[in-house]
């Protein structure tokens, strides 16, 4: 504990601030959680057969600064199904976001909403798949979703000093404090957070040469079709693109994994034609 409260401090311009932040900090999951709980008890009165897609805000050079709604909003575009999208700060039965909302019922985590939209609209796009390259593919979307996505967060929250893309998005001191302190306990816990940053690095690109290396020269991870593991590398790749602006992680991409970086743009042109309406160039009045 006395470690944590001097770890916090650090981060913070005084010891007033240093508290409330780690007092906060500790109550935030406990209050997020008692909000979401009373938000999906009441549902709104959505059209019929179409997705509801809750997320937060659009966002500066992405269109989200999470991975896992750009993944799932993604999905909904490559597998052509209906869908709203919903900015709100509502959190689903888990208590995180996004989550998705259907002809009444409410589903969380981006995995167990395609999973329940395969089975409603009886829609597969992974259809194709050999039992060996659905082996593979979740092999990746784990990676990516479970472990590249921890890199990214030291990347965003620990490593760029800058905080370029969260200041664009418009958060408050405080929010990027305590979110700043959480992640860097996160990522410890974790472990990634226990190495250097030259470590890393050295790791980020080794799961970024299995990606480039796989991939190779295909158009998708498995042919001229995107499959849902394209949703998940997609949604983790747009943040360390897009949204690492002052860290080496884009020039890594750019001058070492150029196919990956063509991947995205190929994504990017095929399934989001609105890219440039869906994120805010830094405007705060957008969504």
């Not at 664009?168 to 405080?174: D, E, K, M, N, P």
């Not at 080794?206 to 593991?229: I, N, W």
Request: a neutral charge; one cysteine or more; glycine letters at 6%.
């Amino acid at each position: 504990m006395g470690m944590e409260t001097m770890t916090l401090s650090s981060l913070t311009p005084g010891p007033v601030l240093g508290g409330i932040v780690f007092v906060t900090a500790l109550l935030a999951p406990g209050i997020l959680y008692r909000r979401k709980r009373k938000s999906v008890s009441s549902p709104a009165p959505f059209p019929r057969d179409v997705v509801i897609l809750h997320q937060a805000s659009r966002a500066p050079y992405a269109p989200s600064l999470s991975p896992f709604a750009i993944k799932l909003e993604t999905y909904l575009r490559v597998a052509k199904i209906p869908y709203e999208n919903v900015y709100d700060s509502k959190r689903g039965s888990k208590g995180k976001i996004p989550w998705i909302e259907y002809n009444g019922e409410s589903v969380p985590d981006t995995e167990f909403c395609m999973q329940f939209l395969r089975e409603k609209r009886s829609l597969d796009i992974n259809e194709g798949l050999t039992p060996e390259q659905r082996a593979v593919a979740r092999a990746f979307q784990k990676m990516v979703d479970e472990h590249t996505y921890w890199i990214m967060i030291l990347f965003r929250w620990i490593y760029d000093e800058t905080k370029e893309v969260i200041n664009l998005a418009g958060w408050s001191i405080l929010k990027v404090k305590i979110v700043t302190y959480m992640a860097g306990k996160q990522t410890r816990d974790q472990g990634v957070g226990r190495h250097t940053q030259e470590e890393v690095e050295a790791i980020l690109d080794g799961d970024l040469t299995a990606l480039s290396q796989y991939l190779g020269d295909k158009q998708y991870f498995f042919g001229d079709t995107p499959t849902e593991v394209d949703c998940a590398i997609f949604g983790q790749l747009s943040q360390l693109l897009w949204h690492l602006p002052n860290t080496a992680v884009p020039k890594i991409l750019t001058e070492k994994h150029k196919n990956l970086v063509d991947y995205c743009e190929r994504i990017k042109t095929n399934f989001w034609p609105d890219w440039n309406s869906c994120i805010t160039h830094g405007d705060l009045k957008l969504k």
